[in-house]
T-cell receptor, first 112, second 110 residues
């Protein structure tokens, strides 16, 4: 497809379980971003990749959060030992600098 | 104080009205400015992208940047119920990181 693809679109998990969220960026886009959006809130920056490297991990909320990107394409955001406060929409975006970001439709995570 | 301030609304207008959405910012290094539209349960969609000061028009949408006042606006003419969404401003210097406003929720009533 032409846009940013995220999977799954919805995820319900029990507290304490690990989850993996996937992002397929637009082909050729070198930069990839993860954001978190809680209900009625703005965008919270999590991490940014240029190629496979993550020069800015400053937004990751805790060491339970990690992300990787392979082959300069697909990225996975992993949340270990999920907590209820992790419930949010996780958005992925990609860009080809200096063009603006293009977002996927997000993964809606609910931790019960 | 946040780096980018945006009134959260909600802003409710009748169909056909002219809508004005605004953001103020504090970082004078910002020079690329964007407006995103986000429908419920969807990701933000790029609406307008401008560089430096001035106006840019695209159909019913006009983006305006006043760098001297650190103020940007998005105008929507002849607003439609389908324009009901949250509008996010975003900006950056020449780098890769965007700074977002918190979003304004717009409701256009038929």
């Amino acid at each position: 497809g032409a846009g940013v693809s995220q999977s799954p679109s919805n995820k319900v998990t029990e507290k304490g379980k690990d989850v993996e969220l996937r992002c397929d960026p637009i082909s050729g886009h070198t930069a990839l971003y993860w954001y978190r959006q809680s209900l009625g809130q703005g965008l919270e920056f999590l991490i940014y990749f240029q190629g496979n490297s993550a020069p800015d991990k400053s937004g990751l909320p805790s060491d339970r959060f990690s992300a990787e990107r392979t082959g300069g394409s697909v990225s996975t955001l992993t949340i270990q030992r999920t907590q209820q406060e992790d419930s949010a929409v996780y958005l992925c975006a990609s860009s080809l600098y200096p063009s603006p970001l293009h977002f996927g439709n997000g993964t809606r995570l609910t931790v019960t | 104080q946040k780096e980018v301030e945006q009134d959260p609304g909600p802003l409710s207008v009748p169909e056909g009205a002219i809508v004005s959405l605004n953001c103020t910012y504090s970082n004078s290094a910002f020079q690329y400015f964007m407006w995103y539209r986000q429908y419920s349960r969807k990701g933000p969609e790029l609406l307008m992208y401008t560089y430096s000061s001035g106006n840019k028009e695209d159909g019913r949408f006009t983006a305006q940047v006043d760098k001297s006042s650190k103020y940007i606006s998005l105008f929507i003419r002849d607003s439609q119920p389908s324009d009901s969404a949250t509008y996010l401003c975003a900006m950056t210097d020449a780098g890769n990181m965007l700074t977002f406003g918190g979003g304004t929720r717009l409701m256009v009533k038929p």
